[in-house]
């Protein structure tokens, strides 16, 4: 299956900056969802936004959704070195709900 | 709660030797997948269980890539004859039913194939 694509590729931020990342993806989805990776706590499942919502806030998190241009994005507010780590938007799509991942944004706070 | 696990967490082994990847996902979760993960690409879906029937096999390499989910829990994804193109980390998530929730994810697999 093709892989969506993120932008941009990597992204190096000083502390306290917000970080946008976006996602474009190439089928009809039920939901598209956003994971970080990191060594220490492997990969974790973020924020979910459904087909038919158009923004969506968790924390310092804020996730929007265009389905006319196929694409999302992701914004971390006020950045913290912890948030160093690669994210990955994931659309969902499919009777089975099958997540297909981007090649991912790393992000690198620099403190 | 305890989480996905896995092992072995790291492998090497030299291209056509045979490999067995273990995970038990977190309890009462009825859907278990396999993914792969090559540097620098993003996960992806080897095979889906809804219990112990497969959902989605269609990115498997079923003539080396073989899984099972024996009575609905653990599951293992062995791999016979593996090729230096298998090298990856090999991830196993869980969720208590496909539709539309999030995955929860173990921490992986790192084969290498010499």
């Known amino acids: 299956s093709q892989q969506g694509e993120e932008d941009p590729q990597a992204l190096s931020i000083q502390e306290g900056e917000n970080a946008t990342m976006n996602c474009s993806y190439k089928?009809?989805?039920?939901?598209l969802q956003w994971y970080r990776q990191n060594s220490g706590r492997g990969l974790v499942h973020l924020i979910l936004i459904r087909s038919n919502e158009r923004e969506k806030h968790s924390g310092r998190l804020r996730v929007t959704l265009d389905t006319s241009k196929k694409s999302s994005s992701l914004l971390i507010t006020a950045s913290r070195a912890a948030d160093t780590a690669s994210y990955f938007c994931?659309?969902?799509?499919?009777?089975?709900?099958?997540?297909?991942f981007g090649k991912g944004t790393l992000l690198t706070v620099n403190p | 709660e305890a989480g996905v696990a896995q092992s072995p967490r790291y492998k090497i082994i030299e291209k056509r030797q045979s490999v067995a990847f273990w995970c038990n996902p977190i309890s009462g979760h009825a859907t278990l997948y396999w993914y792969q993960q090559i540097l620098g690409q993003g996960p992806k879906l080897l095979i889906q269980?809804?219990?112990?029937?497969?959902?989605?096999d269609s990115q498997l390499p079923k003539d080396r890539f073989s899984a099972e989910r024996l009575k609905g829990v653990d599951s293992t994804l062995k791999i016979q004859p593996a090729k230096l193109e298998d090298s990856a980390v090999y991830l196993c998530a869980s969720n208590l039913l496909a539709g539309g929730i999030e995955q929860f994810f173990g921490p992986g697999t790192r084969l290498t194939v010499l």
């Open positions: 994931a659309e969902s799509g499919g009777s089975n709900y099958k997540l297909t």
């Open positions: 269980f809804q219990n112990n029937g497969v959902v989605d």
């Open positions: 089928t009809s989805i039920n939901n």
